[in-house]
């Protein structure tokens, strides 16, 4: 079973930096696909971004260039590096992963992720 526990949501001021960690626990870390969605109020979760098994990365084309998501396999810990930050981007950010997912078509499909953090708050003032 796996355990997904997001932290470092806050505030932050437009075109600041911030760095959200999500701890995996309850699985081994790598090889599939693991993943940052967000949901901004009065709207849709959506994918931010995610870490394929063959360790490529896709981005939302809202967040290219300016987010990086990278993985430590030694902390078992997914980052979510957001630089430039935008009023926009204020949201509840979620880590998402399933292990059986190695790759998919479309890896911001939010029904093939079976495991899901509770989510944390990162709010960007203008």
């Known amino acids: 079973q796996v355990q997904l526990m997001e932290s470092g949501g806050g505030s932050v001021q437009s075109g600041g930096s911030h760095i959200l960690a999500c701890e995996v626990s309850?699985?081994?870390?790598?090889?599939?696909?693991l993943g940052w969605f967000r949901q901004a109020p009065e709207k849709e979760r959506e994918g931010v971004a995610v870490?394929?098994?063959?360790?490529?990365?896709h981005y939302a084309d809202s967040v290219k260039g300016r987010f990086t998501i990278s993985l430590d396999k030694a902390k078992k810990t997914l980052y979510l590096r957001m630089n430039s930050l935008k009023p926009e981007d204020t949201a509840v950010y979620y880590c998402?992963?399933?292990?059986?997912?190695?790759?998919?078509?479309?890896?911001?499909?939010?029904?093939?992720?079976?495991?899901w953090g509770k989510g944390t708050q990162v709010t960007v003032s203008s």
């Open positions: 309850g699985y081994t870390v790598g090889g599939y696909c």
């Open positions: 870490l394929d098994g063959n360790s490529m990365t």
């Open positions: 998402a992963a399933d292990p059986g997912k190695y790759w998919l078509l479309r890896p911001f499909t939010q029904s093939e992720y079976n495991y």
